[in-house]
């Protein structure tokens, strides 16, 4: 019969080739709906191990393991591919009754990194039980109460480099700590990625988050206005233009058929018949219309733009137009005039440093 010190070998030899396993494997590409999944620890059910030995079981394979379901890289192009994707990494074990308590991260390209400690397979009394004993340690540690009864939910800020080894370490102190793992049962990983979004994907209507989440992997970083319209407030090249959505499906009242952009000028009064001849006389990604926005010895000029979704497009597809209508008012308010809103000091500084 093999020593706990052999044991605890062959352990670690196991954790090591499983790390290099991990690390040589392929890489997630985009829209990929793949993974994979295994033993983490080797259950031994006569024989409680402290959590410093799992610790040093675990801590490298799973470093790993949250690195590819956490880290998305920082190319644009790249990321730009991926939106829609999502990765989950559960790690979970069962207790002979079958109840089945688990550990999850999830995390998307654009989102924060979610953790979230559940368990299944009880109900009644149990599952209160369960939520009252580890809602107090859960709650110290920044969790709130899950979307569903019996789990609970963390957000983690935007994945960084070093993140994969603290939240590894997180991950293991809340099974050994709040769940109660102690080495007896599997301790079994599955890490997955899958996608919303097919390769040629085509849109018939957007959501203000999804359309906010395009606009952020094309480089244009956009707000919420604070009645919470379904309008984003963006900048670019020192231009401030509104991306607004119209005319909600009926079926689903946060999707909307239409994406309409517009910005808004300040020019001469006495150039204002001249440029909505131009603009409105050429077939191009931009109309023209006055608006009731005046200072003295000027006039307020709407430059928008409105793309239908309707007959179905491509993200891609829905990028280019709207960088050919940002395109065209940069070269107009070049020639032209300037932008209504009053840009503060800083604003004007980054405007001056970018050509």
Same mark, same amino acid.
């Given at each position: 019969?093999?020593?706990?010190?052999?044991?605890?070998?062959?352990?670690?030899?196991?954790?090591?080739?499983?790390?290099?396993?991990?690390?040589?494997?392929?890489?997630?590409?985009?829209?990929?709906?793949?993974?994979?999944?295994?033993?983490?620890?080797?259950?031994?059910?006569?024989?409680?191990?402290?959590?410093?030995? /799992?610790?040093?079981?675990?801590?490298? *394979? $799973?470093?790993?393991?949250? #690195? @590819?379901? =956490?880290?998305? !890289?920082?190319?644009?192009?790249?990321?730009?591919?991926?939106?829609?994707?999502?990765?989950?990494?559960?790690?979970?074990?069962?207790?002979?009754?079958?109840?089945?308590?688990?550990?999850?991260?999830?995390?998307?390209?654009?989102?924060?990194?979610?953790?979230?400690?559940?368990?299944?397979?009880?109900?009644?009394?149990?599952?209160?039980?369960?939520?009252?004993?580890?809602?107090?340690?859960?709650?110290?540690?920044?969790?709130?109460?899950?979307?569903?009864?019996?789990?609970?939910?963390?957000?983690?800020?935007?994945?960084?480099?070093?993140?994969?080894?603290?939240?590894?370490?997180?991950?293991?102190?809340?099974?050994?700590?709040? /769940?109660?793992?102690?080495?007896?049962? *599997? $301790?079994?990983?599955?890490? #997955? @990625?899958? =996608?919303?979004? !097919?390769?040629?994907?085509?849109?018939?209507?957007?959501?203000?988050?999804?359309?906010?989440?395009?606009?952020?992997?094309?480089?244009?970083?956009?707000?919420?206005?604070?009645?919470?319209?379904?309008?984003?407030?963006?900048?670019?090249?020192?231009?401030?233009?509104?991306?607004?959505?119209?005319?909600?499906?009926?079926?689903?009242?946060?999707?909307?058929?239409?994406?309409?952009?517009?910005?808004?000028?300040?020019?001469?009064?006495?150039?204002?018949?001249?440029?909505?001849?131009?603009?409105?006389?050429?077939?191009?990604?931009?109309?023209?219309?006055?608006?009731?926005?005046?200072?003295?010895?000027?006039?307020?000029?709407?430059?928008?733009?409105?793309?239908?979704?309707?007959?179905?497009?491509?993200?891609?597809?829905?990028?280019?137009?709207?960088?050919?209508?940002?395109?065209?008012?940069?070269?107009?308010?070049?020639?032209?005039?300037?932008?209504?809103?009053?840009?503060?000091?800083?604003?004007?500084?980054?405007?001056?440093?970018?050509?």
């Amino acid at each position: 019969m093999l020593s706990n010190d052999v044991v605890e070998v062959d352990e670690s030899t196991a954790a090591t080739e499983l790390t290099r396993e991990i690390v040589t494997g392929q890489p997630f590409s985009p829209r990929e709906e793949t993974g994979c999944e295994g033993v983490l620890i080797v259950g031994q059910p006569s024989k409680h191990r402290p959590e410093a030995t /799992l610790r040093a079981i675990a801590l490298d *394979p $799973l470093t790993e393991l949250v #690195r @590819q379901c =956490t880290q998305w !890289g920082e190319d644009r192009l790249d990321l730009e591919a991926r939106v829609g994707d999502c990765r989950s990494l559960i790690l979970d074990f069962r207790l002979d009754d079958g109840v089945r308590f688990y550990v999850q991260v999830w995390s998307t390209p654009l989102a924060e990194t979610q953790v979230i400690v559940g368990t299944d397979g009880v109900s009644g009394e149990s599952r209160k039980a369960f939520i009252e004993s580890a809602g107090e340690p859960l709650r110290s540690r920044g969790f709130d109460d899950g979307r569903t009864d019996g789990c609970f939910r963390k957000l983690l800020p935007f994945a960084k480099p070093e993140d994969p080894v603290r939240i590894a370490r997180e991950m293991l102190g809340l099974l050994t700590d709040v /769940l109660g793992y102690d080495g007896n049962a *599997p $301790l079994v990983y599955r890490l #997955r @990625q899958a =996608t919303a979004l !097919g390769a040629a994907h085509v849109m018939y209507g957007i959501t203000r988050p999804a359309l906010q989440n395009f606009l952020r992997v094309w480089g244009l970083e956009t707000t919420v206005r604070s009645d919470d319209a379904p309008v984003l407030l963006a900048r670019s090249h020192g231009i401030n233009f509104s991306v607004e959505l119209l005319v909600p499906q009926e079926s689903a009242p946060d999707v909307y058929w239409e994406v309409h952009c517009r910005a808004e000028f300040a020019i001469p009064r006495e150039r204002v018949a001249d440029l909505l001849a131009e603009v409105n006389g050429k077939a191009w990604l931009v109309k023209a219309s006055e608006s009731p926005v005046f200072e003295k010895g000027t006039a307020g000029v709407w430059l928008c733009y409105g793309f239908n979704l309707a007959g179905g497009v491509t993200p891609n597809h829905l990028k280019c137009q709207i960088f050919e209508w940002l395109e065209n008012v940069r070269r107009l308010w070049t020639g032209w005039g300037r932008p209504v809103v009053t840009r503060t000091e800083t604003e004007d500084r980054a405007a001056e440093t970018v050509h």
